[in-house]
């Protein structure tokens, strides 16, 4: 169980042009999800963190008119890339907060990630 | 600030070899230490994780003990298999923080030969 979903999984784009990453828990409902971002060779870094039926809570340094993040049902959450550029090109990563059995109790759900090139 | 540290990969072993991926970190106050792993095309996934001082966490023969005293959290495993290839990552959670805010160390690549 606690599987996350995200669609699609890769992306190409003329910059200038918005892109919309969906991130769905399949199988349980999440009030909370986040968003994070990876550039090669380095760590997860958090973007904001998605509650259903509410504003997103975004990270500082993270530009909100650029990263809308829309959080509407208990099962999906979108991010779209507003006027994407070429250093907007990354990883981009969901998770969903969920409790789980033991021995990992409350734990976040990962999706496989989505990758975005822009031209 | 909060931060974590990491061994770099690739690490290479062959089969049945004993693991160690080490991981240090930064934090103030008490934070839970984590370890992530992510297998080719898949998401990560939570493999084990400690709350406090002297914990161990463990699961599918992994196993990390919490120690403050040397701020680390060292990723164990006694015989690896070829299915344990994947890239591992160590975290901490600071309460006081948002839910979500894991800080991730940069993550270790684990390639089992047969």
């Known amino acids: 169980g606690a599987v996350v979903s995200q669609h699609p999984s890769w992306v190409i784009c003329k910059s200038g042009t918005s892109v919309k990453i969906e991130c769905r828990s399949l199988?349980?409902?999440?009030?909370?999800m986040f968003w994070y971002r990876q550039f090669p060779k380095q760590s997860l870094m958090l973007m904001a963190t998605?509650?259903?039926?509410?504003?997103?809570?975004?990270e500082q340094g993270v530009e909100k008119d650029k990263f809308l993040i829309n959080h509407a049902s208990l099962t999906l959450s979108t991010l779209t890339v507003t006027s994407a550029h070429p250093e907007d090109s990354s990883f981009y990563i969901c998770?969903?907060?969920?409790?789980?059995?033991?021995?990992?109790?409350?734990?976040?759900?990962f999706g496989p990630g989505t990758r975005l090139l822009v031209l | 600030g909060n931060s974590v540290t990491q061994m770099e990969g690739p690490v290479t072993l062959s089969e049945e070899a004993f693991l160690t991926i080490n991981c240090t970190y930064t934090a103030t106050g008490y934070p839970s230490l984590f370890w992530y792993v992510q297998y080719p095309g898949e998401g990560l996934q939570l493999l084990l994780k400690a709350t406090k001082a002297d914990d161990k966490g463990s699961n599918k023969g992994f196993e990390a003990t919490y120690r403050k005293e040397t701020t680390s959290f060292h990723l164990e495993k006694g015989s690896v298999q070829v299915s344990d290839s994947a890239v591992y990552f160590c975290a901490l959670l600071n309460y006081g923080g948002s839910q979500g805010n894991l800080i991730f160390g940069k993550g270790t690549k684990l390639s089992v030969k047969p």
């Open positions: 998605s509650n259903e039926g509410s504003k997103a809570t975004y």
């Open positions: 199988d349980f409902q999440a009030t909370t």
């Open positions: 998770s969903a907060f969920y409790i789980a059995g033991a021995p990992l109790g409350e734990t976040q759900y």
